[in-house]
């Protein structure tokens, strides 16, 4: 197994990838545009509390025809991600690649297996506590250890090649006979505390603390299990709902994945987990009301928008955070739409809503006067009276039927015609603020004038 393609550089893609690649040359990475970009200019970067921190500068693209063609790929990206994934690395697999997958979720060595056929398939599972500080830099806190298995539990000269892999790059590695087991004992994990941190947002320590919630893990491991059993023929331990609870010791003062994907406001992988859980249960006639019942807890919770999808936060002084996304705003009344804001403003061209058509969405506290638009890297802000954000206010969302340009102060632009101050025109607005009286505002002293 020479070349090795990782695909992702998130938590998990990032921490072992970046450990593989340290002394080995042969590891590449396969990445989104985003993250690629990054990672190209300044490398993949781990910052370890716990061990040692580093930056490395392996080849990656966005394209695997780009890279050398892999005898091993390590997939490490979100479970939701594995279709897309699927479809990119299916030309690039020479007749005996080896994909492994580190991902959670009880369902992907068999999506794989079905894909690409059971040789090529080897589980894995991964405990580890990082995150994604921005793309190419993972914080590591907790753990880094993974566990493999071939799906029918034979040791493998594979299997031993991969250990090798691992143990050079010193990262603990396991091999087990039985990886449906350990996979689904971490299922058992995921499923309570992934969406218990989210619902309490707090750490696992505080799901753990709270008396009556004891009995509600045990509940929701016990639902795991039987369908565990029901579904996939894996027996797990009778004693399941303790040892859940005896591994999140030493993990008490960490958050979950998904309570870091939803305050990053990407997507969870809560279909993956509880969702499906409750899927197969009732497939199978298990039933599971508290796996049901957090899954609609958490779908409810979460802002629906997928994580590349540009938003509007509108905050502070009202009654609840709200987001507009380019299609929110073009579904605005119809009597606020601007479909062409160069009638207005001569030197501009979009498609913008007045922001009369915001206001009349946001249920304001009493007493509010101001609002604040701050650009997304909280750089710039200003600050206008309700009224005159009310009169002139336009907010371009749209140009050419796409988003509105980045270069032209997109993806949401305010632009304000007849207050007579360009200044107030903010650009990239991230946050839209609410208050009571002045907030905020770092427009320059002297009002440029309006017209040029
Ligand atoms: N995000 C952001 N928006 C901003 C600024 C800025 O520095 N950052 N400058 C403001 C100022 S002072 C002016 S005069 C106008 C300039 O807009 P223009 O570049 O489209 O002429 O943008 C305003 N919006
Ligand atoms: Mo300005």
């Avoid at 780009?66 to 690039?92: H, T």
Wanted: with cysteine; hydrophobic share 40%; aromatic share 6%.
């Amino acid at each position: 197994m020479k070349e090795i393609m990782m695909v992702g550089a998130g938590s998990v893609g990032g921490y072992f990838g970046a450990h593989l690649a340290r002394n080995n040359s042969h590891v590449s990475f396969l990445l989104r545009p985003k993250t690629q970009a990054a990672v190209a200019k300044n490398g993949l970067t781990i910052r370890s509390a716990i061990g040692e921190s580093f930056t490395v500068r392996p080849p990656s693209a966005s394209n695997p025809q780009d890279l050398p063609q892999p005898d091993l790929i390590i997939l490490g990206v979100k479970a939701y991600d594995l279709n897309e994934v699927m479809d990119q690395i299916e030309p690039v697999l020479k007749p005996d690649t080896t994909i492994l997958t580190l991902q959670n979720g009880v369902t992907i060595e068999d999506t794989l297996k079905m894909r690409f056929g059971r040789e090529r398939v080897v589980g894995g599972v991964a405990i580890i506590y990082s995150k994604i500080v921005e793309p190419g830099v993972i914080d590591h806190y907790k753990k880094g250890m993974v566990t493999i298995g071939e799906l029918m539990g034979l040791e493998t000269p594979r299997l031993l090649e991969i250990k090798d892999l691992f143990k050079e790059a010193g990262i603990p590695c396991f091999i087990t006979e039985d990886i449906r087991k350990a996979k689904w004992e971490k299922m058992c994990w995921n499923c309570v505390f992934n969406p218990l941190t989210v619902l309490l947002n707090d750490h696992v320590a505080k799901a753990l603390d709270v008396p009556e919630l004891k009995p509600v893990i045990a509940t929701i491991v016990r639902e795991v299990s039987a369908v565990a059993m029901a579904a996939h023929r894996v027996p797990l331990d009778g004693e399941m709902p303790e040892k859940v609870v005896k591994w999140s010791q030493e993990l008490r003062d960490i958050h979950t994945s998904m309570y870091d994907d939803w305050k990053a406001g990407r997507p969870t992988e809560i279909d993956e987990l509880n969702g499906y859980i409750v899927k197969r249960g009732q497939e199978f006639g298990v039933p599971t009301p508290m796996n049901e019942m957090l899954t609609a807890l958490i779908k409810g919770l979460l802002p629906q928008e997928s994580s590349d999808e540009p938003v509007v936060v509108v905050e502070g002084a009202v009654q609840q955070t709200l987001r507009f996304s380019r299609k929110h705003l073009s579904q605005l009344a119809l009597e606020y739409q601007i479909s062409d804001v160069g009638r207005v403003m001569p030197n501009m061209r979009g498609t913008g809503v007045k922001f009369q058509g915001i206001l009349d969405v946001v249920t304001l506290q009493p007493g509010v006067d101001h609002v604040t638009f701050n650009s997304q890297d909280g750089k710039y802000s200003a600050c206008v009276t309700l009224e005159q954000a009310r009169k002139f206010g336009i907010f371009l969302y749209e140009q050419d039927g796409g988003d509105f340009p980045f270069e032209r102060g997109g993806p949401f632009r305010l632009v304000t015609p007849g207050l007579g101050d360009l200044c107030a025109n903010v650009k990239q607005v991230g946050r839209i603020v609410f208050s009571q009286g002045l907030a905020q505002d770092t427009r320059p002293p002297e009002a440029c004038a309006e017209e040029r």
